[in-house]
């Protein structure tokens, strides 16, 4: 009787202390809720002062740009740089607040990628251009995949953008596509290799956490949020994918973003 009274009063301990941490994760989670909300919201609302600052500059530069002294003209290009900095955060901030409250928002299609990783590889161009950067690809010429392929052309900007950033005057970028049907769900295989500064290996893990930077002063130089790799890893990860890195410092580092071809209801 007593093992017998022993397990029951265990059985309703468990039971107790079970529905009460459940309702005292319910405050948690709301203010947990309340700030991802606010974060949305006020992304939002910063968006329409910072485009009026931004065309206000634009007018300034347009009328009175020939006049400026050379101390103006510093200001301006300053305002100009920290517009556009806080412009890329708000829009990244408000990305990740969204992604945050509820299923992911995707547009899929099954349609082809190559020409949406072409697209990508023309508009980053010039800037790899300016740095004397190569860049190539290769991709066979087609590989037809079930995704958002909007997101899919963030997720690369995002990684030929980091390496345009962190490789030196004269590397070499290569992005490289191909099918794996051997895959468990057949996949598309997407690496970005760069011959730039390379990641410590101690640092590899985090550089998918929000507003983490191996560098910080470097990565603010270059314009740089800390939430690329993030809002990347988001994009991977609704589309049922794999994002990892190998790097050496000094040497260069390797993305490689792994896709199942088909949707997960096929
Ligand atoms: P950021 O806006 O700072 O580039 P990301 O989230 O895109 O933020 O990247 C996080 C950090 O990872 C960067 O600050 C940089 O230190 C490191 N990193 C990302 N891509 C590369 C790369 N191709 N080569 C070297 N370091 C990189």
Not at 104 to 126: F, G, H, K, N, W
Not at 150 to 158: A, F, T
């Amino acid at each position: 009787v007593l093992t017998v009274l022993g397990i029951l009063f265990l059985g309703i301990a468990l039971l107790l202390s079970h529905f009460m941490s459940k309702r005292a994760m319910i405050p948690i989670r709301r203010s947990f809720q309340r700030q991802r909300e606010f974060v949305a919201d006020a992304s939002h609302e910063l968006r329409t002062p910072l485009s009026i600052l931004q065309s206000s500059l634009d007018v300034l530069e347009m009328e009175e740009g020939e006049q400026l002294s050379a101390v103006g003209r510093t200001v301006l290009d300053n305002m100009k740089d920290e517009v556009r900095r806080m412009t890329k955060l708000v829009s990244d901030l408000l990305t990740l607040a969204r992604s945050d409250s509820g299923p992911p928002d995707l547009q899929c299609e099954y349609a082809d990628v190559v020409p949406a990783v072409q697209q990508m590889i023309r508009s980053t161009q010039t800037v790899a251009a300016s740095k004397k950067i190569t860049l190539r690809l290769d991709a066979p010429a087609t590989v037809m995949v079930y995704g958002d392929h909007e997101r899919i052309k963030q997720l690369l900007y995002i990684l030929l953008d980091n390496a345009i950033k962190y490789t030196p005057s004269g590397g070499d970028i290569t992005v490289t596509l191909s099918v794996d049907n051997t895959a468990n769900p057949p996949s598309m295989c997407l690496t970005v290799r760069d011959t730039g500064i390379g990641i410590p290996p101690e640092e590899q893990d985090r550089i998918f956490d929000r507003f983490y930077r191996v560098d910080k002063n470097r990565s603010k130089q270059m314009g740089g949020t800390g939430l690329g790799l993030a809002i990347a890893k988001w994009i991977v990860e609704a589309h049922h994918g794999t994002i990892t890195v190998t790097s050496s410092p000094g040497l260069g580092s390797s993305f490689t973003v792994k896709l199942p071809l088909h949707s997960p209801k096929a």
